[in-house]
């Protein structure tokens, strides 16, 4: 093996020596638990984690239980969605032939995954990968150096940095590979039955034949040395079909292909558990024209699958900074073997929403030339009859130099059940001293829908250079509230479903105190150009962190459909929550006059929303998260130049007057998080103890549930939590088989 591969393994392998030990230690605490009815055991768990026992040796030979999260008489993802077939059959770029499943089969699936590839001899077999293209440079080069009599395979190169190894299908079709590899096994079966059941669809206007007995596996790392990576390439080995989404619109022919091709590409990720952005090894997709830049980067999280068609997208792995890429890739085969049936626009229903249209207006970030993309459907929000049909809605958005402003204003409109109660207020912050950027802001608000525009929206201009952060932002966009009843504060990057604006006023409404309450929450993400996700279950906030500046960090946490009663209640029943969300809250104009934004935090960001948080509670408001998804928020800042860009906040500050504001800033959150400057209806001691975090640096277990049943969340916190909560369940069957036996509990 050659030295780059034997080193890279061994810093591999060393680096999960712990991560195999945690798994064994539990996996023997299971087992004794459970030992006396492994059924009651695996009853007692939820019916979504249905469990079979599978036994195999690990490499010091101990005879372990794992625990197979993906039921082996139903091998499919549950998590695919109508909106993964759409991106699949029938994209409107080559960027929306891409779709992303989260959590796709189980933190407890991904942890024995990696200790059956760990324990197994793939890593053995890793070698450098190469291209088709490599291979026939190197015969070209072994023959021409038969002939001069010099050595030029010194000269060759390869496209790739990684070490791989195709699994053969050979092998994997013998029994020894299911009972070997059966985690690896099923997840296959998993990805071609669902492929097969979802886009071999005889109900659909086109579809895939599938090849089974072609597909392949292979099994790749990439070093986290900031180098290596896999350059732009289409993984049919030729250039990528670009025709297809062209022309695709003026044929009633989709493409039909001779003979089974690769035609889907399923990428899922063995990442360490908390990867980000920063840590690169991105999966980047570039769109339909081979010189353009346009691209969309996707962060290889752990238990994450990128699907993708592999003969339109155009792809490239950018290098790891600083931790190693696992990944396993499964490529379908198959052909295409129907029509596309055009959609006559008489057949095409009108809708009572005069600004709503059957497009978008979208801009691009590098050409600044303004595009048409389809609008895919999204699902409307299920209302009661409206009551509250005569009030208006406020709608605060700061937009720091932001091409999706326009698009996030139409949605707003398009999408609202009464547009002619919307008002927006845009604080456009952008470089005055650019005619171009001039130009193009100024287009924007003039291609506003009158006559809407006219009385409903209103607007301010700061020049960049003046601008100090969302917090002023916020500040003045709340300045062009102008009485109406309800005030909706959002960021300039969101995408809203069919009928928002009745249902947060319902809502609302469904809260005991609605003109004290806040409804609240960070939405899912939606991708460019357009690309919504039918994702409906809503998500809560939590306590993530506390960051170098011991600023609380919060993140979102996506929930089971099952919490807030049964199905029929699922769009009733607001979550009560702590922590609230800048980019997205809705309330009654009363909470603004008790608790504006202040104006004086400059060149603050992570310390924002807490300080909202403390300064709402202790005046006795409360939080709300809406039990279904509301709209959606491009979480990617690859369309635009943020404020940190410009100012350097996220690296380093050298301007002094910026430093001096910063710290000022965090001195006066830091002043709030002890109690200094509040309303006294309740106490920030009373916070933290229902928050469950100690201002001085502890989060509690239970505090990244929100006081929520562990199991009422689509995935546990971490791994060692979901553990640990197996173990507690093994441990609730063991006492009450045997109610004498006594445990202790810490």
């Avoid at 696992?326 to 005069?354: C, D, H």
């Avoid at 809502?507 to 105190?513: A, F, I, N, P, V």
């Avoid at 029943?573 to 809250?585: D, P, S, V």
Wanted: glycine share 4%; hydrophobic share 35%; proline share 5%.
């Amino acid at each position: 093996m050659p030295e780059q591969a034997s080193n890279l393994i061994l810093s591999f392998l060393a680096s999960s020596e712990t991560h195999k030990q945690d798994i064994a230690t539990t996996s023997l605490a299971l087992t004794d638990a459970v030992h006396s009815s492994p059924d009651e055991a695996a009853s007692s768990l939820p019916e979504s984690d249905r469990i079979s026992r599978l036994e195999r040796h690990t490499s010091d030979g101990v005879v372990q239980q794992h625990h197979l999260e993906i039921d082996k008489m139903d091998c499919y993802i549950k998590e695919w969605k109508p909106s993964t077939t759409q991106s699949l059959l029938s994209p409107i770029s080559t960027i929306g032939a891409c779709d992303i499943i989260d959590h796709t089969f189980g933190k407890t699936f991904l942890t024995n995954l990696k200790l059956e590839v760990h324990s197994s001899d793939l890593f053995k077999r890793l070698k450098p990968a190469k291209t088709a293209m490599d291979h026939s440079i190197n015969d070209l080069a072994t023959s021409l150096s038969s002939f001069t009599g010099q050595n030029l395979n010194q000269y060759s190169t390869s496209a790739r940095d990684d070490l791989s190894v195709i699994i053969p299908r050979s092998f994997r079709a013998k029994p020894q590979f299911q009972s070997q590899y059966p985690f690896l096994h099923s997840m296959i079966l998993s990805i071609e039955h669902s492929a097969k059941r979802n886009l071999e669809n005889e109900s659909t206007s086109s579809k895939i034949e599938f090849d089974s007995s072609m597909t392949s596996v292979q099994f790749a790392i990439y070093p986290g040395d900031a180098n290596s990576g896999y350059a732009r390439h289409c993984d049919t080995g030729s250039q990528c079909n670009h025709e297809v989404t062209e022309k695709q619109s003026d044929s009633t022919q989709y493409p039909i292909h001779d003979k089974a091709q690769r035609i889907i590409t399923a990428v899922y990720y063995l990442t360490e558990d908390d990867w980000q952005i920063e840590d690169g090894g991105c999966l980047r997709i570039f769109d339909n024209t081979r010189d353009s830049k346009n691209s969309h980067d996707i962060v290889p999280h752990a238990d994450r699958l990128v699907l993708f068609r592999s003969d339109l997208v155009e792809h490239e792995v950018l290098p790891s900074t600083k931790k190693t890429r696992m990944a396993i890739t499964v490529w379908l085969y198959g052909r295409f073997i129907s029509r596309i049936e055009k959609v006559s626009a008489k057949n095409q229903k009108e809708v009572s929403n005069p600004i709503k249209k059957s497009c978008i207006e979208i801009q691009d970030s590098v050409s600044h030339k303004v595009f048409v993309a389809k609008k895919q459907c999204v699902l409307p929000i299920n209302v009661d009859s409206s009551s509250h049909d005569s009030e208006n809605i406020f709608v605060s958005i700061p937009a720091y130099r932001d091409t999706e402003t326009h698009p996030t204003i139409l949605s707003l409109l398009e999408n609202a059940s009464f547009p002619n109660r919307i008002y927006i207020g845009v604080v456009y912050q952008y470089d005055i001293s650019s005619g171009e950027e001039q130009l193009m802001y100024q287009g924007l608000r003039s291609s506003l829908p009158l006559p809407w525009s006219a009385s409903n929206f209103r607007s301010l201009t700061l020049d960049c250079r003046d601008a100090t952060g969302p917090c002023y932002a916020r500040y003045l966009a709340q300045s062009l509230h102008r009485n109406e009843e309800y005030i909706l504060q959002i960021d300039s990057h969101m995408r809203f479903r069919p009928k928002w604006d009745e249902y947060l006023i319902q809502q609302l409404h469904r809260c005991e105190h609605p003109e004290r309450s806040v409804l609240t929450t960070y939405p899912p993400g939606y991708s460019l150009p357009n690309f919504i996700p039918l994702e409906t279950r809503a998500t809560i906030l939590v306590p993530w962190k506390f960051d170098k500046d011991k600023m609380l960090r919060q993140k979102g946490r996506l929930l089971r459909n099952s919490v807030g009663g049964n199905e029929k209640d699922i769009d009733c029943k607001n979550i009560r929550c702590l922590l609230f969300a800048g980019g997205f809250n809705f309330s009654s104009s009363l909470v603004m006059k008790i608790c504006p934004y202040d104006g004086t935090l400059h060149h603050l960001f992570f310390g924002e929303e807490i300080s909202m948080a403390i300064r709402l509670y202790t005046s006795g408001i409360d939080l709300f998260t809406p039990p279904t998804t509301v709209c959606y928020h491009l979480w990617s800042r690859s369309h635009r130049t943020t404020f940190q860009t410009d100012f350097g906040v996220s690296a380093h500050i050298s301007d002094h007057a910026t430093k001096d504001d910063k710290s000022s800033s965090i001195d006066t959150i830091r002043r709030l998080c002890l109690g200094e400057g509040l309303r006294s209806v309740r106490s920030i001691d009373k916070f933290w103890k229902e928050l469950g975090v100690d201002f001085d640096g502890e989060i509690s277990r239970n505090a990244g549930n929100a006081g929520l049943e562990p199991y009422a969340f689509v995935s546990p916190t971490s791994t060692i939590e979901m553990k640990t909560e197996l173990v507690q369940d093994a441990l609730e069957v063991l006492l009450k088989r045997n109610p004498r036996t006594k445990v202790e509990r810490k």
